[in-house]
């Protein structure tokens, strides 16, 4: 593995082209908090798996069209070649691109919408990341607000469409599990589909493509990535949450996201730091359902918000806790594994 990276650093070294690809697949990686363009591949192939049996290959290629649109812009902006390089200017963009193609209807606009909303995340990126030093870095809210706003503005735009926006019966229409305990393959379904909806994927394949780009880069991620899944299909069904929304993993893909940033990222690893991350993630389902609740009249998903405000409130008394790993991804601390 050693060995194909050093080749592979050799070859962005010395072609431009191949160190362009390099940063691309390092900012899909880094959507999950891994440096590695390894990483990038099999989450790309997740990406390329999820599209194709959901009959959406647009979602995936605008996904592809955002990473590249949000470093090229990074590069016209003149940012910081180090960050450029670890991918931290393009992994908010390729969850837009995502976004905006799974809630928004096809169409010429939808990409004139998928261009300007990877452009943007970038602009919110450089100026987050300047507010929230002290919350350890911007984490994917530079996603979050973007893509909110681009959706909110589709209802007042006659020429973009909400095909698959949220609807206002989320806090009515609640089915929770009749039988307890919960069904095995319930509770496989929903800890698969948590990992997979990470990148608004609704598949198995995609979430094993998913758990193998963790591994190569840090079997650790791809561990707290499997019991942050798990913890939070468990907390759902304890507090009697929609089945739809657990099976779906719906309620589970930001504690997967606070899991890992917690667990392996902003933390030493240590028993203490478990317990904490675990903490965390339980609470993250919690704030994963108030938001989607708070945002009903608004008819415009969560996104990865739970994650974001959960890690940031987890990381403000990081001083109570063992140090910040050296690679702990900051803009500041470039070399950063995400």
Request: net charge neutral; charged share 5%.
């Amino acid at each position: 593995m050693e060995q194909v990276l050093a080749k592979w650093e050799s070859l962005s070294s010395s072609s431009g082209a191949f160190r362009f690809l390099n940063i691309n697949l390092r900012s899909v990686g880094q959507v999950m908090f891994q440096n590695n363009p390894l990483s990038g591949i099999l989450f790309l192939a997740a990406i390329a798996w999820g599209s194709y049996v959901a009959g959406v290959p647009q979602v995936a290629i605008a996904g592809i069209l955002a990473v590249v649109v949000a470093n090229l812009t990074a590069q016209w902006l003149h940012v910081d070649t180090e960050s450029l390089h670890s991918g931290l200017y393009g992994f908010n963009a390729i969850l837009v691109g995502l976004a905006l193609a799974t809630f928004l209807a096809p169409g010429p606009l939808l990409w004139v919408y998928v261009i300007l909303g990877a452009a943007v995340s970038v602009v919110v990126m450089l100026g987050t990341t300047n507010v929230v030093k002290p919350w350890g870095g911007a984490l994917t809210f530079p996603f979050v607000l973007t893509t909110w706003l681009l959706l909110l503005a589709t209802y007042g735009f006659s020429g973009l469409a909400g095909a698959a926006l949220p609807t206002g019966n989320v806090v009515t229409a609640f089915q929770p599990y009749k039988g307890s305990p919960l069904q095995l393959i319930d509770l496989v379904q929903g800890v698969f589909l948590s990992i997979s909806q990470v990148f608004l994927k609704a598949s198995g394949i995609a979430a094993l493509l998913l758990l193998a780009g963790l591994a190569v880069s840090s079997l650790a991620a791809a561990a707290f990535a499997l019991g942050g899944a798990i913890s939070a299909v468990l907390t759902a069904h304890l507090f009697g949450a929609e089945s739809d929304l657990i099976t779906g993993g719906l309620l589970g893909f930001s504690p997967v996201l606070t899991a890992i940033a917690l667990g392996t990222v902003f933390y030493q690893p240590s028993w203490r730091v478990v317990a904490y991350t675990v903490l965390a993630t339980v609470f993250t389902v919690i704030v994963q359902s108030a938001v989607n609740v708070a945002l009903t009249p608004f008819a415009i998903p969560a996104l990865t918000a739970p994650f974001v405000l959960v890690t940031w409130l987890f990381l403000l008394p990081r001083q109570r806790l063992e140090g910040v790993p050296e690679g702990a991804r900051d803009i500041e601390k470039p070399a950063a594994v995400a």
